[in-house]
RNA sequence: GGAGAAAUACCCAAGUGGCUGAAGGGGCUCCCCUGCUAAGGGAGUAGUAGGUGAGAAGCCUAGCGAGGGUUCAAAUCCCUCUUUCUCCGCCA
């Protein structure tokens, strides 16, 4: 959610900023629904104060036993064009709420406009395996070494969901623990929310109204607002954790992560280079939240990017860092990079965490604030995730790097202890 | 799933239609008094959101779990919802 008194005060800045998503805003429209909403209010409220010293007036005459049918009359009459404004203000309200809300965040100074092809590499760590023999792409592998079922996975769940079975099962859940491990020891709390969300979360995290019918709904066929949904990611419940409250600054940062799975419709959206485990209904990943005042959230930026750069880089995998366009970072975002391991079989880099900062757009949206000390005011705070990883992308990235000719795989040293052997065959 | 009870400020709590934006207590802040393992006295203590102002000045509006309604007037009466507690049922 953007400000109304900045989208008032600097049309033009605002405007700028959203037009590096190539988002056209109507931001006229709201300006002028901003001024018959304050004209109401004027109008209104001064009924009310009209009616308020009629009300006191009355409640004197009739302690006195004196007749008060004059004011009262007069009050009856104030109060059906009280009655009549009010409606009216409501209306103009949600109209000028649900223009506002649809309004996407504003990309910092810094982000470039333009969609994925503008995006910035901002390095590459390692390099790309070579192999002196044919390698072969993860499905393949996961399947040859009974690590993932596609088949049965599909007898279950239908298209778009797998089974993890054995080894595929004991890595899986070996990145998990590897994971939250390293979040520990980096000093965040582990959280392990609900997997069921009211409609309330997923506004409040930026994703609803637009994404209302891209998440599974378990239940609110009549009205969403009052149905639940699977969280397509843990951020959907992090971010909401404080929401309506208003926080004492010496709590912030709060740094959390949680483990789900996620749930996602991503209809429409198979192409063949995303088979096997690259896109899929429901996914494990790890995900990073923190809240932290406008002072602090650059640096607790960096450090999320960082913490997810460490764990790619314990696990030995060639990865980038995309600094992403303006077009390309999801609409609750202010900047996000990406980190993308390089998949051997597909040739591509495939994204395993995406770091963002969405400034204080979420906050507005779920209302958490904290107190500023300076001042003694509340104030929105910023919020910012990242994956801290999707296991569902490095898995395939695992099996595909660090493939053996014989058609084993080579476990990564940091997991082993968890998986109990070095070489899966 | 059913029945009942409750929700008031940082905490406890009074308040069944009008001088209640809210008694009283605790806590906290400040001041005064007194020297001794602390006590007493006094003052302050609804934050917030919105409108209008150059304005963290005034003035106004809203705000007693949330949303509606009745009324000239609602913390107080009515309806719906949420949460908590108690009891009953269900529990792969």
């Known amino acids: 959610?953007?400000?109304?008194?900045?989208?008032?005060?600097?049309?033009?800045?605002?405007?700028?900023?959203?037009?590096?998503?190539?988002?056209?805003?109507d931001?006229?429209?709201?300006?002028?629904?901003?001024?018959?909403?304050?004209?109401?209010?004027?109008?209104?409220?001064?009924?009310?104060?009209?009616?308020?010293?009629?009300?006191?007036?009355?409640?004197?005459?009739?302690?006195?036993?004196?007749?008060?049918?004059?004011?009262?009359?007069?009050?009856?009459?104030?109060?059906?064009?009280?009655?009549?404004?009010?409606?009216?203000?409501?209306?103009?309200?949600?109209?000028?709420?649900?223009?506002?809300?649809?309004?996407?965040?504003?990309p910092d100074d810094d982000i470039i406009a333009g969609d994925k092809e503008q995006n910035v590499v901002l390095r590459q760590i390692g390099s790309k395996p070579t192999f002196d023999f044919a390698p072969k792409n993860h499905v393949e592998l996961c399947t040859a070494l009974g690590m993932i079922d596609y088949e049965r996975g599909v007898k279950l769940g239908g298209n778009g969901y797998w089974i993890y079975r054995n080894k595929g099962a004991l890595l899986?859940?070996?990145?998990?623990?590897?994971f939250v491990e390293q979040h520990l020891a980096d000093g965040y709390e582990f959280i392990l929310p609900p997997h069921?969300?009211?409609?309330?979360?997923?506004?409040?995290?930026?994703?609803?109204?637009?994404?209302?019918?891209?998440?599974?709904?378990?239940?609110?066929?009549?009205?969403?607002?009052?149905?639940?949904?699977?969280?397509?990611?843990?951020?959907?419940?992090?971010?909401?954790?404080?929401?309506?409250?208003?926080?004492?600054?010496?709590?912030?940062?709060?740094?959390?992560?949680?483990?789900?799975?996620?749930?996602?419709?991503?209809?429409?959206?198979?192409?063949?280079?995303?088979?096997?485990?690259?896109?899929?209904?429901q996914f494990n990943k790890v995900e990073m939240l923190c809240f932290a005042t406008p002072e602090q959230s650059q640096a607790i930026f960096e450090e999320m990017v960082a913490k997810a750069e460490r764990l790619v880089t314990l696990l030995g995998l060639h990865y980038q860092v995309s600094k992403l366009a303006g077009a390309d970072i999801s609409a609750s975002m202010a900047r996000t990079y990406d980190i993308e391991v390089w998949l051997p079989s597909m040739g591509i880099y495939k994204e395993v965490s995406s770091v963002s900062n969405s400034n204080d757009y979420q906050a507005r949206r779920n209302n958490t604030r904290y107190r500023d000390d300076a001042t003694g005011?509340?104030?929105?705070?910023?919020?910012?995730?990242?994956?801290?990883?999707?296991?569902?992308?490095?898995?395939?990235?695992?099996?595909?790097?660090?493939?053996?000719?014989?058609?084993?795989?080579?476990?990564?040293?940091?997991?082993?202890?968890?998986?109990?052997?070095?070489v899966i065959k």
């Open 1 to 25: 959610m953007l400000d109304i008194r900045m989208i008032i005060e600097d049309k033009q800045k605002v405007a700028d900023a959203l037009s590096k998503r190539g988002y056209v805003a």
């Open 27 to 106: 931001l006229d429209n709201i300006i002028v629904l901003d001024k018959t909403r304050r004209s109401i209010i004027a109008q209104v409220e001064s009924k009310k104060a009209q009616r308020n010293k009629a009300s006191e007036q009355i409640a004197v005459l009739k302690r006195n036993k004196q007749d008060a049918s004059e004011l009262i009359e007069q009050s009856t009459t104030i109060g059906v064009d009280i009655k009549q404004l009010d409606n009216h203000l409501a209306e103009v309200e949600k109209q000028l709420f649900d223009a506002v809300a649809l309004l996407p965040n504003m």
């Open 172 to 178: 899986e859940w070996a990145l998990l623990n590897f």
């Open 196 to 281: 069921m969300l009211t409609y309330k979360c997923g506004f409040g995290a930026g994703q609803f109204p637009k994404f209302t019918d891209e998440v599974y709904w378990i239940d609110g066929e009549q009205d969403r607002t009052k149905g639940q949904f699977m969280l397509p990611t843990a951020e959907t419940s992090l971010v909401n954790m404080y929401s309506g409250e208003t926080l004492a600054q010496k709590s912030l940062p709060i740094k959390l992560f949680a483990y789900t799975p996620c749930y996602r419709k991503e209809a429409g959206s198979y192409r063949s280079e995303e088979r096997g485990m690259i896109r899929g209904h």
């Open 377 to 422: 005011k509340p104030r929105y705070l910023h919020t910012l995730n990242g994956s801290g990883l999707a296991t569902s992308r490095v898995i395939p990235a695992i099996v595909e790097q660090f493939q053996n000719a014989d058609g084993s795989v080579n476990v990564p040293q940091v997991l082993q202890k968890w998986t109990g052997c070095a």
